[in-house]
């Protein structure tokens, strides 16, 4: 580390008057006012986060008692251990998920608008919470007639809609456990995770729009029924045809006719919520469970301090029922804010179907992915010209790293009022261990902070700390929302497998990372698809910024030979997906200067091979570590489940790709 550092500008910096009004400045004067907690400046969130990671168990109980956390049983402690795994956390507490979403409050009063929800081809519903709680009240009748108890377990495979927040909730306020797949899923997919866990009761649609275009699914869902033994009953949503109906199926308006007091069932607070799924491109996909204290806890951490969410704002984030920022955004209930649904393309017709969205339903805090905003960039976009946007305050973005190219393009196209919020977490967690909070500036191209309570270290291979360095990221804490556990997993073998194995006590999350100075961090790709160049170790995403810049590149794929065998050894390979029209020499030479210009000549690919298509996961993530197997002659049934990929048939491109050593 140098004496001094430089100076680096902010993009985007906290209006004093907003950050004095935010809930996060709110909570560091309550901690000192009620707690007793030192804190020289409420307005340094650096202080803050180190006092947070300092005494887990004042942090967590404070969040907790701020917050609003409804115990039915109050806990005989914070914390039981630190350990990882291991923790345990509010031992004897009893709570409800639903009840924080649905109980009257702050921006919960019958008449407030509890979802908007908004579907490609033009279909739009608005709820209010009143009607909210009427339709949970009537889908947790039609659950408990058909016997669902504690414990048991509801799937569903439908869009992200009203109903499927409705089932949710009602499952969630019996204390039952809850799974989803997209129904784009294939069947195969939706098997693999949901035979796992034995369901009862399946919540499905017919079809479902996407691209201008309806899909009816009838034939997944007659499949799974014959697959899934433990099915007792299976609700049909007339979703794409109004007048959709299958033998044996229940219909939704029967299912929900009748209505019962709508009741929460207090559960322990590590009583599984739901069951998200990792990716299973190496074998079944695990069930990841979290439980319902983990979940209010630091979903209200997260959306009230982190987003500054509450009554009166609008919280959108594009997603589907497949990916943990479904369940992320309808945390958005629990702090009082207006949750808009979007079900559809986000490309359909054209780009601004979003920030069309966003102007008609006042969107406070707007969430895409980072292929959302470079598919903005190429487009030449500029929505603040074309769009209202003033109620817009913050920008987050997720899924992949946002370039600095995207960054500095929010800031000119959205607008110079909008925080960018750039998260990096996962399913693991279902939140944030890196993001964004309301007293930090924004820099270009960094995800501003750790997460309060996320005990973030960027270590190197011995496990030392270091800065402006790349290293893994590995936290050092236990935190409330870590899996309960897998499913299937009874003596947590697995589980340590996935995240304690390699740093005994800590979890390795598999990023790779560096720590700024400033506090920041900068996600450069997963560890496991490190490039390994000269003994010089670097991120995928780096490469992937600059090379995805160019207009001409639809899509790439870095893959890193080295170490891989006889068959392929030692070479870099960047596969590419051009545009229409383009041919591989009119940009190769100037993909290699800017690589070598921009980042390093350790960085210039070894050869460019062009590709119809990038194999992606289900969530549409690329499938680099499948591709490195297959190059390394693994048989393609063994280097990635089929069903895990959205794409298949883009992975014989790769089966006969041979490279010389370089």
């Not at 939706?190 to 729009?209: M, N, S």
């Amino acid at each position: 580390m140098t004496a001094e550092s430089p100076v680096v500008e902010p993009l985007w910096a906290p209006a004093p008057h907003q950050a004095a009004g935010s809930a996060i400045v709110a909570f560091a004067r309550w901690l000192r006012e009620h707690r007793g907690v030192e804190l020289a400046d409420v307005f340094d969130y650096a202080e803050l986060h180190a006092w947070s990671v300092r005494d887990l168990e004042g942090f967590w109980s404070a969040t907790a008692e701020f917050l609003g956390v409804i115990f039915h049983d109050a806990p005989r402690a914070v914390l039981t251990s630190r350990a990882m795994p291991g923790a345990g956390w509010f031992p004897g507490a009893t709570l409800n998920y639903a009840e924080h979403a649905l109980a009257p409050g702050p921006g919960r009063a019958d008449a407030d608008v509890a979802v908007e929800f908004t579907r490609e081809d033009g279909l739009e519903r608005t709820v209010t919470h009143a009607e909210l709680r009427d339709l949970v009240a009537r889908a947790r009748a039609g659950l408990s007639a058909a016997g669902v108890e504690v414990g048991d377990r509801v799937v569903a495979l439908a869009p992200n809609s009203v109903e499927t927040l409705v089932m949710f909730l009602a499952t969630a306020s019996l204390g039952a456990v809850w799974s989803s797949c997209s129904p784009d899923f294939g069947a195969r997919a939706v098997h693999d995770r949901f035979a796992q866990i034995e369901p009862t009761v399946l919540l499905a649609v017919d079809g479902y729009c996407y691209g201008g275009r309806g899909f009816d699914i009838r034939k997944t869902v007659a499949a799974l029924r014959t697959r899934l033994p433990t099915l007792r009953h299976t609700v049909l949503v007339p979703y794409l045809d109004p007048d959709a109906a299958m033998a044996g199926t229940v219909s939704w308006a029967d299912f929900t006719a009748r209505t019962a007091p709508l009741a929460f069932e207090p559960v322990a607070f590590d009583h599984p919520l739901w069951i998200l799924y990792s990716s299973g491109t190496t074998g079944l996909p695990k069930g990841i469970v979290h439980g319902h204290g983990g979940i209010v806890l630091e979903h209200l951490k997260a959306l009230r301090l982190h987003h500054d969410l509450g009554p009166g704002d609008r919280f959108f984030w594009f997603t589907t029922t497949g990916w943990m920022v479904w369940n992320l955004v309808v945390g958005g209930l629990l702090v009082g804010s207006t949750v808009v649904l979007f079900d559809g393309n986000p490309g359909y017709p054209d780009l601004g179907t979003l920030w069309t969205l966003a102007e008609r339903h006042r969107v406070t805090v707007f969430g895409v992915s980072a292929s959302f905003v470079r598919a903005c960039v190429q487009a030449g976009m500029r929505p603040r010209d074309t769009h209202d946007l003033s109620r817009m305050r913050a920008l987050g973005s997720t899924g992949s790293p946002l370039s600095a190219e995207g960054f500095g393009w929010i800031a000119d196209a959205v607008g110079g009022h909008v925080q960018i919020c750039s998260i990096s977490g996962g399913t693991d967690v279902c939140t944030a261990f890196l993001g964004s909070a309301p007293t930090v500036p924004v820099w270009l191209g960094e995800l501003s902070a750790a997460a309060l309570g996320a005990d973030v270290h960027c270590c190197d291979e011995d496990g030392n700390d270091v800065l402006d360095a790349v290293g893994e990221l590995i936290i050092r804490a236990p935190m409330p929302s870590m899996p309960v556990m897998f499913w299937n997993d009874p003596d947590g073998s697995r589980l340590h497998a996935a995240y304690f194995a390699d740093h005994p006590g800590a979890w390795r999350h598999g990023d790779w990372v560096s720590a700024t100075q400033r506090g920041s961090f900068v996600i450069h790709g997963r560890s496991d698809a490190t490039l390994n160049r000269g003994g010089v170790r670097m991120g995928t995403a780096d490469l992937y910024t600059v090379i995805e810049r160019f207009d001409e590149v639809a899509d790439s794929l870095v893959i890193d030979t080295t170490r891989l065998g006889a068959r392929v050894d030692g070479a870099l390979l960047c596969f590419l997906v051009l545009t229409e029209g383009t041919a591989l020499p009119d940009i190769e030479r100037r993909l290699r200067a800017a690589l070598r210009s921009e980042l390093s000549p350790r960085h210039v690919p070894d050869r460019f091979l062009l590709v119809d298509a990038v194999p992606r996961t289900l969530n549409g993530k690329k499938c680099e570590i499948p591709v490195k197997r297959v190059l390394a002659g693994m048989d393609p049934d063994k280097a990635v489940s089929r069903g895990a990929l959205q794409n298949l048939e883009a992975l014989a491109a790769f089966l006969d790709v041979v490279v010389e050593t370089p």
